[in-house]
């Protein structure tokens, strides 16, 4: 490939985990002793509002802690997009805000923001960096109750696709990086970026559930692969 075509770097909960972020899927099956139908469905939020604006506040907070922040993988593909001759376009299935934190600019949330809430009546979004709960307004249309975490659950439809499947149509080379490869849409992008004639790189502790689509597999940590494959790329070029 030219060395200056786009590059699509797809990213997972395995990205964050060496920041102390727990994946989704653990051995137990549960996200952080929930069940995923309870608190990350829209089903479950009409059903138990407080317990699923209880579940994101949880992770709010966490987020704030002081020990929650960026690992070398996220600062590899910072400076990816910093050094590299190309677009750098990292689209984030995490909620978490590391890779703006690490200094990446271009960056797409697909599964949306932990640190922004959503009006389910006027659609406005608004910052969250604090709690949120089951009788708060919306600033924009005053509708009581109607705020919600600004995050795309199961059955929902992901975020600025049109964007994505653009970007993955043109880029050269696509790497996801820590993600199981169970959750759709994302976990189809590797057979479209295939398809469109891009290099695919798959970066992951272990094999997803499409490691075998991809072209080229890495396997470790990402905190230590993602910086190492950065490397080897940025040295192409
Ligand atoms: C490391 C590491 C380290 C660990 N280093 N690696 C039947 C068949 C096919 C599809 C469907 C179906 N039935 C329903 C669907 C659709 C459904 C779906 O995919 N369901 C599957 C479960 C079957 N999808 C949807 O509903 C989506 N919407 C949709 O499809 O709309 C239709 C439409 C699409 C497009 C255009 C038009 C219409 C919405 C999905 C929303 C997902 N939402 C969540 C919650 C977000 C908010 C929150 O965070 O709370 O997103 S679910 C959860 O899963 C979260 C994640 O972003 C997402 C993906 O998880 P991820 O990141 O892969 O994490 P894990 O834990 O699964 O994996 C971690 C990986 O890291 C592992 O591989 C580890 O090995 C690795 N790892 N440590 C490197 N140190």
């Known amino acids: 490939m030219a060395m200056s075509e786009p590059i699509v770097v797809l990213t997972g909960a395995g990205v964050s985990a060496e920041s102390g972020i727990r994946t989704f899927r653990a051995s137990d099956g549960l996200w952080e002793d929930h069940r995923v139908e309870d608190v990350a469905t829209p089903e479950g939020f009409?059903?138990?509002?407080?317990?699923?604006?209880?579940?994101?506040?949880?992770?709010?907070?966490?987020?704030?802690?002081?020990?929650?922040?960026?690992?070398?993988?996220?600062?590899?593909?910072?400076?990816?997009?910093?050094?590299?001759?190309?677009?750098?376009?990292?689209?984030?299935?995490n909620i978490d805000d590391l890779h703006e934190r690490a200094g990446s600019r271009n960056v797409v949330h697909m599964h949306g923001e932990l640190l922004k809430a959503r009006c389910a009546g006027c659609g406005a979004v608004v910052a969250a960096v604090g709690d949120l709960g089951p009788t708060d307004s919306c600033e924009a249309c005053g509708a009581l109750g109607a705020m919600r975490p600004h995050v795309v659950w199961?059955?929902?439809?992901?975020?600025?696709?049109?964007?994505?499947?653009?970007?993955?149509?043109?880029?050269?080379?696509?790497?996801?990086?820590?993600?199981?490869?169970?959750?759709?849409?994302?976990?189809?992008?590797?057979?479209?970026?295939?398809?469109?004639?891009?290099?695919?790189?798959?970066?992951?502790?272990?094999?997803?559930?499409?490691?075998?689509?991809?072209?080229?597999?890495?396997?470790?940590?990402?905190?230590?692969?993602?910086?190492?494959?950065?490397?080897?790329?940025?040295?192409?070029?």
Do not use: K
């Open 154 to 237: 199961f059955g929902e439809i992901p975020l600025l696709m049109d964007e994505i499947s653009s970007a993955i149509q043109r880029c050269g080379t696509f790497v996801a990086i820590g993600t199981s490869g169970l959750v759709y849409p994302a976990a189809g992008f590797v057979q479209v970026a295939g398809l469109a004639g891009a290099h695919t790189v798959e970066i992951n502790l272990t094999t997803s559930y499409v490691t075998s689509v991809f072209d080229e597999v890495v396997t470790g940590p990402a905190g230590e692969q993602v910086p190492a494959w950065v490397e080897r790329l940025l040295a192409r070029t």
């Open 46 to 93: 009409a059903s138990d509002p407080l317990l699923v604006h209880r579940f994101y506040n949880e992770r709010r907070q966490q987020l704030r802690d002081p020990s929650v922040r960026p690992n070398p993988a996220h600062e590899a593909l910072a400076r990816l997009e910093r050094e590299y001759d190309g677009d750098v376009l990292v689209v984030t299935q």
